[in-house]
T-cell receptor
Framework: GAVVSQHPSRVICKSGTSVKIECRSL??????MFWYRQFPKKSLMLMAT?????????EQGVEKDKFLINHASLTLSTLTVTSAHPEDSSFYIC??????????????FGPGTRLTVL | GQNIDQPTEMTATEGAIVQINCTYQ??????LFWYQQHAGEAPTFLSY????GLEEKGRFSSFLSRSKGYSYLLLKELQMKDSASYLC?????????????FGRGTSLIVHP
């Protein structure tokens, strides 16, 4: 299947700093990428939908000024957690949808980024 | 909004068969996915159903009934490595986009 990479896999930062997470589709073009957040033993919570070349669509309750999303190319989307606080510590997962024009349009997930804010 | 319901936890014996149910209430239904997620890892794709019926893929099968808003994932010949969380995800069409919504996940524990 298609491969999605995420970088970094783990990051520890001090409170007040900003952290950028990259999501790349390695062998396909993804017009749409999704960013999720997952707390321990909980399901995935969709944060935003990122479309190449346009502004991201944020889910209700997600602060767009805090979680900056940029989808500059068909293979790269970035999530920047600005002025991170300990409550932002979580597992962040991106997924990319392979838009083949067929109904399947399966999502492929990146390996996730474990963010710990001290 | 979307509502997806699946059991929180299930246990089964190695070699047995287990069925994980998922019910949903949604508008603009455009397919249902099942994912497997091991602790600390990202989900991996298992199956996709958009039409009614059973899709079989090796030891895993997935069933969908759109009229009942119901799906199940069937795991046969269970192995210890099948212990994981199984996520049911419904995709809806909204404003020209396809938006995925995940259920809480079912934690499956396989014991010897």
């Amino acid at each position: 299947g298609a491969v999605v990479s995420q970088h970094p896999s783990r990051v520890i930062c001090k409170s007040g700093t900003s952290v950028k997470i990259e999501c790349r589709s390695l062998d396909f073009q993804a017009t749409t990428m999704f960013w999720y957040r997952q707390f321990p033993k909980k399901s995935l919570m969709l944060m935003a939908t990122s479309n190449e070349g346009s502004k991201a669509t944020y889910e209700q309750g997600v602060e767009k000024d805090k979680f900056l999303i940029n989808h500059a190319s068909l293979t790269l989307s970035t999530l920047t957690v600005t002025s991170a606080h300990p409550e932002d510590s979580s597992f962040y997962i991106c997924s990319a949808r392979e838009s083949s024009g067929f109904s399947t349009d399966t999502q492929y997930f990146g390996p996730g980024t474990r963010l710990t804010v001290l | 909004g979307q509502n997806i319901d699946q059991p929180t936890e299930m246990t089964a014996t190695e070699g047995a068969i287990v069925q994980i149910n998922c019910t949903y209430q949604t508008s603009g239904f455009n397919g249902l996915f099942w994912y497997q997620q091991h602790a600390g890892e990202a989900p991996t794709f298992l199956s996709y159903n958009v039409l009614d019926g059973l899709e079989e893929k090796g030891r895993f099968s997935s069933f969908l009934s759109r009229s009942k808003g119901y799906s199940y994932l069937l795991l046969k010949e269970l192995q210890m490595k099948d212990s994981a969380s199984y996520l049911c995800a419904v995709r809806v069409s909204s404003g020209g986009s396809y938006i995925p919504t995940f259920g809480r996940g079912t934690s499956l524990i396989v014991h010897p």
